[in-house]
């Protein structure tokens, strides 16, 4: 495996538009070419959650532009997305949330 660091900023997403945080690295098979797993450094919208950085495999990538890459929502481990999903007081406090009606 060969890996490399994005020199953008490219954040990871899910579909329900959980902010997962800065992809750090990106790992590629040497043998095809092909991309393997992205790695995330956690963002702060679900802190000490994850114990180091989540790796997420090709195959959980749904859409990928320059900017950010979206992910499956099973991605997210159950215990952190209830968190990160839950409810707050104010629109501010839950700005890094997409809000559905």
């Not at 994005?6 to 690295?25: E, F, N, Q, R, Y």
């Not at 070419?33 to 959650?49: D, E, K, W, Y």
Request: with cysteine; net charge neutral.
């Amino acid at each position: 495996m060969n890996t490399f660091i994005p020199k953008s900023k490219l954040c990871a997403i899910t579909k329900s538009g959980i902010d997962l945080g800065k992809v750090t690295s990106i790992e590629i098979d040497a043998a095809t070419g092909r991309i393997t797993s992205f790695h995330v450094a956690s963002s702060h919208v679900i802190p000490r959650l994850l114990e180091s950085e989540l790796i997420i495999s090709w195959h959980q990538v749904i859409e990928w532009d320059k900017d950010k890459i979206m992910v499956a929502d099973t991605v997210v481990p159950a215990e952190a997305k209830n968190i990160a999903v839950a409810p707050s007081p104010t629109k501010k406090a839950g700005a890094h949330f997409k809000e559905t009606y």
